[in-house]
């Protein structure tokens, strides 16, 4: 029964994992960003909720409202730091974002010192639900997992259906001819960051009600992003979900059987997909 | 009336002028080729008419209003529409989303992805078909269908035939008809002189980036576009 | 008898619904210029990919020399002396003309440097490329891009050369220097297969013409009789006028 229990846990891990993911797959397919940052700023989002819940004490609601806040900042973000840097060269927003990363774990270390905490969101945090056998879902676990299946399908369906979502299909494929049917380049890449940090800043939160996080903390988790991105396949946002769970539950199902093993164990699996497998388990069509 | 005019512009490639004072006015319904040996600048002139790169100096004036200080982007809301070289279709987009693609920024007018399909008749049975799949000729075609999409009052066309089967070309330019009727007026490139003296109400000819040449072609005496293409050496760098 | 220069027997190939290739078979004799026309898509470029072994075919057999090769790879089948020149010339263009003839020639001809020079050398002459030998590739005029697409080609020194739509976007006059360029190389012995959308290149070059439409030779044989073909003008050429047009 443990092992089930273990199983699920893992699922629930992989949703969180996926979610994370996404924001990098959508910056890195629309705009061939690779956000080093990305890691610190779900770490950032979680210490926000951190300060928001000492000033309001309500329940678990209040912290979704931090994803539209990130969401804004992405916007701002884009035309103020990443757009220069894109004109600069592939190499610069690397150096840009990673300097970034630096900076944000830094400030977070000066401003809430350098221990470990957690986000207590009540009586959400140990509710769970049991589905009999002995297997208790942590609602948080299936808050996040669920979270992750609703932005994914969300994002499918905005990059399939809408005038928006299309117009960035075709600027990652060729943004010059974009801006020859009227896209300007860099209002749809400031909406990919935007998404980007939404669904970031999301799964920070979640991240930080089932976990306990540092200021640098971000940086595994940035690692994490990167590997359930590659295990599903650059560039398919259900692929990022398939990655994510992959990771969760090879990282769940070790930890039953050896707990200081599960980490490597997901990286194990990482560099087997690399080597045997290297589209990742849904490739994308490629250009 | 007229829905093009440019007037005096110069381009420049970094140091390099590749386009000087070139004027011409296109008016509703004309179709106007512009001719040329390789590097007379034929490309960058409509890439500049369509404000992929800057003017460095003249006018361009759409409908009355200038855009010559407008990114490409923002010409297609005038009414400029370019179908660029090599098609440039996009890879991940299947053939109707590539024809939605140019509606991106619609203006009001009788295209839409209907009567899209009417002029191009095969369309519909591929319209999810990714746009990979498709051949040369019908890249050309969607490509097209994709800049007649925004409505555009002035339609650029860069190298229309180039890599296409002469019976393509042939379907290309009886379209030309069906488009002009509308109130569109057409600017293209043409690599094949005879084409463009057939098909073209007016021809210009350029020569590293000046006008040679300009009129109708009824009133163009072959050996003068002749001496116009080449300039005082024949072709061949 | 000497075994043809090329051999395709039976040779199917299909991508989904798209069939390029669909019983085809056809014979090359040594020092032939054949000329191929086809519509857009109909699977011509493939059929090159399917010669020179970049691509296997679904069906049939490929003979180089009388010798069957269709299981070989393309570096194998390179061994027979294959040049083939692609639509999207890509030279190294930072280096000189000179230079890229240089490595192609080290690289196709696995030659080491005096006889490599000496190869590049000639290849260069044989293209007209001796004026531009110092420029870099990146600022040839589009003739001469295309030249050096063709001497990339030869830099193995092969026998069978396939050109693949060279001629687009050149001026009539230089259509016809490239035209020199080849009818040159076809004098010296070489089997040449010219795949093409500018027909009067074809004329003044092949002596035998093939249309290819649906994967299969819809005409084959002496190049006016091939336009003339009521099939070719409805598939490829379109009626009306065409034909003078053409021949110019």
């Known amino acids: 029964m443990d092992v089930l229990n273990a199983l699920t846990q893992g699922i629930l891990l992989g949703g969180v994992f996926a979610l994370f993911a996404s924001g990098l797959s959508i910056m890195f397919g629309v705009m061939r960003i690779v956000n080093l940052a990305h890691g610190d700023l779900a770490v950032l989002a979680a210490f926000i909720a951190v300060v928001a819940l000492t000033y309001t004490p309500l329940p678990f609601g209040a912290l979704v409202v931090v994803a539209p806040i990130f969401g804004l900042l992405g916007y701002v973000m884009q035309r103020l730091l990443v757009t220069p840097s894109l004109e600069a060269g592939p190499l610069a927003t690397l150096v840009a974002t990673f300097g970034l990363s630096i900076v944000i774990q830094n400030a977070l270390i000066e401003g809430f010192s350098a221990d470990v905490r957690s986000l207590d969101a009540g009586g959400l945090a140990t509710a769970s639900i049991s589905l009999g056998g002995g297997i208790d879902l942590p609602l948080v676990g299936v808050l996040g997992l669920g979270t992750a299946i609703a932005v994914i399908g969300g994002m499918q369906i905005f990059l399939s259906r809408s005038r928006t979502g299309r117009m960035m299909r075709a600027a990652s494929d060729d943004v010059d001819t974009a801006a020859l049917t009227g896209a300007n380049s860099r209002h749809i890449y400031a909406v990919a960051t935007a998404i980007a940090f939404g669904t970031l800043a999301l799964a920070g939160v979640l991240f930080g009600t089932r976990s306990s996080f540092s200021p640098t903390s971000g940086t595994l988790t940035l690692i994490f992003a990167f590997e359930a991105v590659v295990i599903g396949g650059l560039g398919s946002l ?50 | 009336m007229t829905l093009l005019r440019i007037d005096a512009i110069d381009v420049h490639h970094g140091l390099l002028r590749a386009i000087t004072g070139f004027s011409v006015a296109v008016d509703e319904g004309e179709v106007v080729s512009v001719i040329g040996a390789n590097g007379a600048g034929k490309s960058t ?97 969607v490509a097209i269908g994709r800049a007649l999409m925004s409505n555009p009052d002035i339609l650029l066309i860069d ?54 040449l300009a009129g109708r072609p009824a009133d163009l005496d072959p050996s003068d576009v002749e001496s116009a293409y080449f300039g005082a050496t024949t072709g061949g760098h | 008898m000497t075994a043809p220069r090329l051999e395709l027997r039976d040779l199917s190939k299909r991508f989904g619904s798209v069939i390029v290739a669909d019983g085809l078979s056809l014979t090359v004799p040594p020092n032939q210029a054949l000329g191929i026309v086809g519509p857009n898509g109909a699977g011509k470029s493939t059929l090159f990919a399917m010669i020179s072994g970049e691509l296997n075919p679904d069906r049939g057999t490929v003979l180089l020399d009388g010798v069957d090769v269709t299981r070989h790879r393309a570096d194998v089948r390179a061994a027979h002396g294959i040049g083939r020149t692609f639509q999207i010339p890509r030279p190294f263009e930072g280096m000189t003309v000179f230079e890229n003839v240089l490595v192609y020639a080290t690289a196709a001809a696995g030659l080491r440097k005096a006889e490599a020079y000496r190869l590049a050398a000639a290849t260069l002459e044989r293209c007209g490329l001796g004026d531009v030998a110092n420029r870099p590739a990146g600022a040839l005029g589009l003739l001469n891009r295309k030249r050096l697409e063709v001497a990339r080609a030869l830099g193995s020194n092969p026998q069978l050369l396939l050109l693949d739509e060279v001629a687009g976007g050149l001026t009539d006059p230089e259509v016809a220097l490239l035209v020199d360029l080849v009818n040159g190389l076809k004098a010296e012995g070489l089997t040449v297969v010219w795949i093409e959308h500018v027909v009067h290149a074809l004329l003044a070059s092949v002596d035998r013409l093939a249309c290819l439409a649906g994967g299969r030779l819809v005409a084959d044989g002496d190049p006016d009789d091939v336009l003339k073909d009521p099939s070719v003008r409805d598939l490829y050429l379109g009626h009306a006028g065409v034909l003078e047009e053409d021949l110019q």
């Open chain 1, 238 to 287: 259900w692929g990022t979900l398939l990655g994510g769970l992959s990771l969760g539950l090879t990282q769940s199902m070790v930890a039953y059987y050896d707990p200081a093993a599960a980490i490597l164990a997901g990286h194990l699996v990482f560099l087997a997909v690399l080597a045997l497998r290297p589209q990742g388990l849904i490739p994308a069509r490629s250009t």
């Open chain 2, 45 to 141: 002139l409509m890439r500049a008419v369509a404000g992929s790169i800057p003017v460095s100096s003249g006018r361009v004036e759409v409908n009355g209003d200038d855009v010559t200080r407008l990114r490409a982007h923002q010409r297609i809301a005038r009414g400029v529409a370019l179908v660029p070289e090599g098609r440039k279709l996009f890879p991940s987009l299947t053939l109707e989303e590539n024809l939605l693609t140019g509606a991106y920024r619609r203006r009001p007018g009788p295209w839409d992805l209907d009567t899209v399909y009417d002029m191009f008749g095969w369309m519909p049975d591929r319209r999810n078909q990714n746009s990979r799949l498709l051949s040369g000729g019908e890249q050309q075609a």
């Open chain 2, 159 to 212: 190298e229309l035939s180039l890599g296409l089967a002469p019976i393509v070309v042939k379907q290309i330019y009886a379209s030309f008809q069906q488009i002009v009727v509308n109130g569109c007026a057409i600017l293209f490139v043409e690599q094949d002189v005879s084409q463009a003296l057939a098909i073209a109400d007016e021809v210009v000819c350029l020569l590293e980036g000046r006008t040679m």
